[in-house]
């Protein structure tokens, strides 16, 4: 009798004993396969409770070590970056917010910045400021879905409540701002929408203390968990070169030892003018992963702190009518504010001719927006280098030789983001 | 098979409807504890998370379980395809009935009015447990293997290796105990602790057991046939309806026999303070004290990995075991 009558071929046998024969060899090595009737190959995916969205892994199992591995993308393929190219320039944002569903504040600062890039408009500080803020909150609800999940994912069942509902004070801070707790396209071109209300500041730094006490819990959860040192610690280790030579950025290369973060190379925003640090591994495997993104987490609300302290008043929305809306409060007495209004409402603003690369550091590394303008109000060309497709590519580098659980530990750690890889 | 079994060595023999009743009586009493446990796991695991766990059906959620059966019992008993007719079937119901045959040998108390209050006091004891732990086993391997699926495959094999390496622990773990107690019935066994219990000079013993019974029963962080993230649901993928639901008890039957053997080899068993009657209830309490720390430990640690829990089992538990065994030996003839 065959393991699988309706199944597409070759039957998987004796799982139990063959699995301590590669210790030995590094990810990334092409592996001597035995012959093919050793492999089981599985489909996991599009449907599996570990993969973090539709992706769809082919993987090639000799008992419970992975031989092969493809990952298949394109399961919630949206057209969001063909969509782009139909509406009106500031009709975009809220598309392109919902390509990488967790960190909308960055692909909202991507475009956005790409965009101003491409006229030449000015940011007030006051509205780079609540960019900041709101770009670390989201690092941290980013990171805290990620950390929930991948502590699920190696069986750490209850992280992933604590994560969830810190996250959710996240989130709070985000329905207080901009009205919304997902998707909240609260970045503008020219700023941002609204200016924080009343008791956001205090509530932000009631936040930062709730935060800072969740991570304490976590990393005593964690930290020196035996199971976890054993589950994560030199598990899905490559290098920094191959790692570079794979286009691979954010937590992952750093975790790698390589301090490289947009925030200090590229200096957009007022990241320039603030203080603090780029936590850096040294093995690059998934307990390194782990340490930098909570390190990262530690970070982020120094950045918070700074920022509500040097948080400077004046505008929130840069004051140029060609390409932003006037104030509400004009449309009854101005008539030329009506008109601008009304102008950027129907067609939306002329950008020059012209073409840009604007790149930021998302909580998954280097998040690129490609914005091609014509002269006309709408873009010929929108296109995002998002993060978790590029990483997605060294899962083979990182997984091959491993064993199943550590494919999905390796996987979790990578934190993709179906929807920013399939846009 | 029953007359094969040496009956006339043990200290007390009921009569025939004595034996049916109390049977009855067993067999009631742990399938009402099961969904008790059922709704405290789950009502635990939520204050355990910062949620409330079940809280609509009945107060405080209390039929939940009944809900839950509800639901399964109405479900169509669908096989896949790739499955094959007879030992998908059966598979469940194997593991389920020697969960519920093992449960015969734990005693609630002495004998009490002429009636000894455990299902039937055998003299191998202990060894009817493994005996009967093992067939449990075949429901899984069969289960997992009749599914056709690679994940139930996968998740089968798992178990079955489990299964190996954990079962030698766990008897070299008791073995301190029937040494100590030069018997091994339960119910000696329990009688022998009127000084001491177990668990102080055989607190590695214990300690040992109690790992090991986390993996026979394929709990966290043991759960590896059945690890949501790696094999969906490992044997019982396949599985719906009140097919998984024997799959669902049966696992908690076995958390509950785990904690039975351990209170009753390390606990002191039924004994407890106050009056006899109250014996059956003091073996529950302990019983329901060890299947929270399972509940805890489910709630707290990561999930092994198959190859560390393989060199687990093998490199640590069983020299432990053997060393608790030849420590506990000489001592024994020492004094």
């Given at each position: 009798m065959t393991l699988e009558p309706g199944g597409n071929g070759r039957g998987g046998q004796s799982a139990a004993e063959i699995v301590h024969e590669i210790?030995?060899?590094?990810?990334?090595?092409?592996?001597e396969l035995e012959p093919e009737q050793e492999l089981l190959m599985v489909n996991m995916g599009p449907h599996?409770?570990?993969?973090?969205?539709?992706?769809?892994?082919?993987?090639?199992?000799?008992?419970?070590?992975?031989?092969?591995?493809?990952?298949?993308?394109?399961?919630?393929?949206?057209?969001?970056?063909?969509?782009?190219?139909?509406?009106?320039?500031?009709?975009?944002?809220?598309?392109?917010?919902?390509?990488?569903?967790?960190?909308?504040?960055?692909?909202?600062?991507?475009?956005?910045?790409?965009?101003?890039?491409?006229?030449?408009?000015?940011?007030?500080?006051?509205?780079?400021?609540?960019?900041?803020?709101?770009?670390?909150?989201?690092?941290?609800?980013?990171?805290?879905?990620?950390?929930?999940?991948?502590?699920?994912?190696?069986?750490?069942?209850?992280?992933?409540?604590?994560?969830?509902?810190?996250?959710?004070?996240?989130l709070d801070m985000f329905e207080m701002s901009a009205g919304q707790r997902m998707h909240t396209r609260y970045f503008q071109v020219g700023g941002v929408a609204e200016d924080i209300p009343e008791g956001w500041e205090a509530?932000?730094?009631?936040?930062?203390?709730?935060?800072?006490?969740?991570?304490?819990?976590?990393?005593?959860?964690?930290?020196?968990?035996?199971?976890?040192?054993?589950?994560?610690?030199?598990?899905?280790?490559?290098?920094?070169?191959?790692?570079?030579?794979?286009?691979?950025?954010?937590?992952?290369?750093?975790?790698?030892?390589?301090?490289?973060?947009?925030?200090?190379?590229?200096?957009?925003?007022?990241?320039?003018?603030?203080?603090?640090?780029?936590?850096?591994?040294?093995?690059?495997?998934?307990?390194?992963?782990?340490?930098?993104?909570?390190?990262?987490?530690?970070?982020?609300?120094?950045?918070?702190?700074?920022?509500?302290?040097?948080?400077?008043?004046?505008?929130?929305?840069?004051?140029?009518?060609?390409?932003?809306?006037?104030?509400?409060?004009?449309?009854?007495?101005?008539?030329?504010?009506?008109?601008?209004?009304?102008?950027?409402?129907?067609?939306?603003?002329?950008?020059?001719?012209?073409?840009?690369?604007y790149p930021i550091e998302s909580p998954r590394g280097e998040l690129g927006c490609f914005v091609v303008a014509d002269g006309s109000a709408k873009p010929v060309r929108v296109h995002f280098r998002d993060p978790s497709f590029v990483n997605l590519q060294s899962l083979r580098d990182m997984a091959i030789g491993e064993y199943v659980a550590d494919l999905i530990q390796t996987l979790a750690m990578l934190d993709p983001i179906l929807g920013g890889i399939d846009r | 098979m029953i007359p094969a079994l040496p009956i006339a060595d043990t200290n007390f023999v009921d009569a025939t409807w004595i034996l049916i009743l109390k049977s009855l009586v067993i067999f009631i009493v742990i399938l009402s504890v099961v969904p008790v446990v059922l709704l405290a796991e789950r009502k635990l695991l939520g204050r355990f998370q910062n949620r409330y766990g079940p809280n609509r059906v009945g107060p405080y959620g209390a039929l939940q379980p009944l809900a839950d059966v509800g639901k399964l019992l109405s479900k169509q008993g669908f096989r896949p395809t790739g499955a094959v007719p007879g030992l998908y079937e059966v598979a469940p119901a194997l593991t389920i009935l020697a969960a519920v045959l093992t449960l015969a040998i734990l005693p609630f108390g002495d004998v009490q009015g002429g009636v000894g209050l455990y299902g039937i006091d055998v003299p191998i004891g202990i060894l009817y447990f493994f005996a009967f732990g093992a067939l449990a086993f075949y429901g899984l391997l069969l289960g997992g293997w009749a599914s056709g699926s690679k994940y139930s495959f996968l998740g089968a094999m798992r178990s079955a290796a489990q299964l190996i390496s954990y079962e030698m622990a766990m008897g070299l773990s008791l073995l301190g105990v029937v040494l100590m107690a030069g018997s091994l019935s339960l119910v000696e066994i329990v009688k022998a602790q009127g000084e001491i219990w177990f668990i102080v000079p055989q607190i590695v013993g214990f300690l040992i057991f109690m790992v090991a019974g986390f993996a026979e029963t394929n709990r966290a962080p043991f759960d590896l046939p059945e690890?949501?993230?790696?094999?969906?649901?490992?044997?019982?993928?396949?599985?719906?309806?009140?097919?998984?639901?024997?799959?669902?008890?049966?696992?908690?039957?076995?958390?509950?026999?785990?904690?039975?053997?351990?209170?009753?080899?390390f606990l002191g068993g039924w004994m407890g303070p106050g009056p006899s009657w109250l014996d059956p209830i003091w073996m529950l309490a302990k019983m329901l004290a060890i299947t929270f720390i399972f509940i805890w430990i489910r709630a707290t640690l990561p999930r092994f990995r198959y190859d560390q829990l393989m060199s687990f089992g093998w490199k640590v538990l069983i020299p432990l075991a053997t060393l608790n065994v030849l420590v506990t030996a000489v001592l024994v003839v020492v004094w």
């Open positions: 210790e030995g060899s590094a990810p990334g090595v092409t592996v599996h409770p570990a993969t973090h969205g539709v992706l769809r892994l082919e993987v090639e199992l000799e008992g419970e070590v992975v031989r092969d591995l493809r990952p298949i993308v394109g399961y919630v393929h949206t057209g969001i970056e063909k969509s782009c190219e139909s509406m009106a320039f500031w009709k975009v944002i809220p598309f392109v917010e919902r390509m990488d569903y967790l960190s909308y504040f960055f692909n909202s600062e991507a475009y956005c910045g790409a965009v101003e890039k491409l006229i030449g408009l000015e940011v007030p500080r006051r509205a780079q400021y609540l960019r900041v803020l709101h770009m670390e909150l989201n690092r941290l609800h980013s990171h805290l879905v990620w950390l929930g999940t991948t502590a699920l994912d190696v069986g750490a069942m209850s992280v992933y409540f604590y994560c969830f509902r810190d996250r959710d004070r996240v509530k932000a730094r009631e936040l930062i203390d709730v935060i800072k006490r969740g991570l304490s819990q976590y990393e005593s959860l964690l930290d020196r968990n035996e199971i976890f040192l054993m589950r994560t610690k030199n598990i899905g280790v490559v290098d920094r070169e191959r790692l570079l030579e794979l286009g691979v950025t954010g937590p992952l290369l750093r975790a790698a030892g390589d301090p490289w973060d947009l925030r200090k190379e590229a200096g957009y925003l007022v990241y320039d003018e603030l203080d603090f640090d780029i936590p850096v591994g040294t093995v690059g495997d998934g307990y390194d992963r782990y340490r930098v993104r909570l390190a990262e987490m530690r970070e982020s609300l120094k950045i918070i702190e700074q920022c509500l302290d040097g948080l400077p008043d004046g505008p929130w929305i840069a004051d140029d009518r060609k390409y932003v809306l006037p104030p509400r409060s004009e449309l009854s007495t101005s008539m030329e504010s009506l008109i601008h209004h009304f102008k950027l409402v129907t067609e939306g603003f002329r950008v020059d001719p012209g073409e840009v690369y | 690890a949501d993230a790696e094999l969906v649901a490992g044997y019982s993928t396949e599985y719906g309806g009140m097919r998984f639901g024997s799959y669902f008890f049966a696992e908690y039957m076995e958390i509950l026999i785990i904690s039975g053997i351990a209170s009753t080899m």
